[in-house]
């Protein structure tokens, strides 16, 4: 069974940091594009940043460009993201998910996601 468990989450302050990670298993990591996806209460869940398979180009949401990095290491089946300067409305429910080829014409939608192999979740508090 295919597992993927983010774990980084947290409170922290107005401008800290955080970083993510997304350990999968039982999936051939490196033939996958891979995304970070949010979903604040009340909410639609939004792409947040996505990656090519082989990590060599990388897409961020407007709101996250310069603040956010995404990048992954495929010898240890492993995605992060990396948080700086976070604000309150970075606050949300952060999922990992491995997207569908579709996600070459979609884009980091959760409609590109293939939808047997998200994650859990896991909390990120931003507080003012």
């Known amino acids: 069974q295919v597992q993927l468990v983010e774990s980084g989450g947290g409170l922290v302050q107005a401008g800290g940091s955080l970083r993510l990670t997304c350990t999968v298993s039982r999936l051939n990591f490196d033939d996958y594009a891979m995304g970070w996806f949010r979903q604040a209460p009340g909410k639609e869940r939004e792409g947040v940043s996505c990656i090519a398979y082989g990590g060599g180009s990388a897409y961020y949401t407007d709101s996250v460009r310069g603040r956010f990095t995404i990048s992954r290491d495929n010898a240890k089946n492993t995605l992060y993201l990396q948080m700086d300067s976070l604000r309150p409305d970075d606050t949300a429910m952060y999922y990992c998910?491995?997207?569908?080829?579709?996600?070459?014409?979609?884009?980091?939608?959760?409609?590109?996601?293939?939808?047997?192999?998200w994650g859990q979740g896991t909390q990120v508090t931003v507080s003012s």
């Open positions: 998910a491995a997207l569908a080829a579709t996600w070459a014409y979609i884009g980091c939608q959760p409609r590109s996601v293939d939808s047997r192999y």
